[in-house]
T-cell receptor
Framework: NAGVMQNPRHLVRRRGQEARLRCSPM?????VYWYRQLPEEGLKFMVY????????ESGMPKERFSAEFPKEGPSILRIQQVVRGDSAAYFC?????????????FGQGTRLTVV | DAKTTQPPSMDCAEGRAANLPCNHS???????VYWYRQIHSQGPQYIIH???NNETNEMASLIITEDRKSSTLILPHATLRDTAVYYC????????????FGAGTILRVKS
């Protein structure tokens, strides 16, 4: 059973470009969470998604950031018109249904560098 | 903001037990205590969780006080590879895994 897969592992974008980060949850997991870790800082919750639904996006910046988890395929975190302050490690986690009361498992992250 | 408090750093000798404390004095009855660790900017790794009983798995033991206001994570025989930032988190499982990470404890295992 493969773990949470994130790609790319490293992404370099110029200011003003778009960044698309992908997350494939563990098999059987229908809940996905995105977290951001700025350099030398802690992990901050961004968004919580189920298949085709955004459950909680209280940690998402109001502009330029969006997330989706379609019925088929990976979850996507999209950052439009990137700025230098978006440079960070972005981690995805997945878990089964809420009823299972189990922990979340994290991927290895995508390191975004904006130049 | 995180609802737990942890010491910023600790040192431990290789082969000895590492005891990492966590205070969660405002924990609610339905909130679990979770421990994760992050080794050198890798993805956080789940360690153990508990509600009110002590728990043990292949990685660690979790001791929760009777009043549930604090807990201790025990790594019985620390190795150099256990050097990491350890996060203690409390949250109600029924609301999903929206984890609120604090600053954690930097554990340095030294030979």
């Amino acid at each position: 059973n493969a773990g949470v897969m994130q790609n790319p592992r490293h992404l370099v974008r110029r200011r003003g470009q778009e960044a698309r980060l992908r997350c494939s949850p563990m098999k059987g997991h229908s809940h996905v969470y995105w977290y951001r870790q700025l350099p030398e800082e802690g992990l901050k919750f961004m968004v919580y998604l189920q298949k085709e639904n955004i459950i909680d996006e209280s940690g998402m910046p109001k502009e330029r950031f969006s997330a989706e988890f379609p019925k088929e395929g990976p979850s996507i975190l999209r950052i439009q018109q990137v700025v230098r302050g978006d440079s960070a490690a972005y981690f995805c986690a997945s878990s089964p249904s809420l009823e299972s009361r189990t922990e979340a498992f994290f991927g290895q992250g995508t390191r975004l560098t904006v130049v | 903001d995180a609802k737990t408090t942890q010491p910023p750093s600790m040192d431990c000798a290789e082969g000895r037990a590492a005891n990492l404390p966590c205070n969660h004095s405002t924990i609610s009855g339905n909130e679990y205590v979770y421990w994760y660790r992050q080794i050198h900017s890798q993805g956080p790794q789940y360690i153990i969780h508990g509600l009110k009983n002590n728990e043990t798995n292949e990685m660690a033991s979790l001791i929760i006080t009777e009043d549930r206001k604090s807990s201790t994570l025990i790594l019985p025989h620390a190795t150099l590879r256990d050097t990491a930032v350890y996060y203690c988190i409390s949250y109600p499982m029924e609301y999903g895994n929206k984890l609120v990470f604090g600053a954690g404890t930097i554990l340095r295992v030294k030979s």
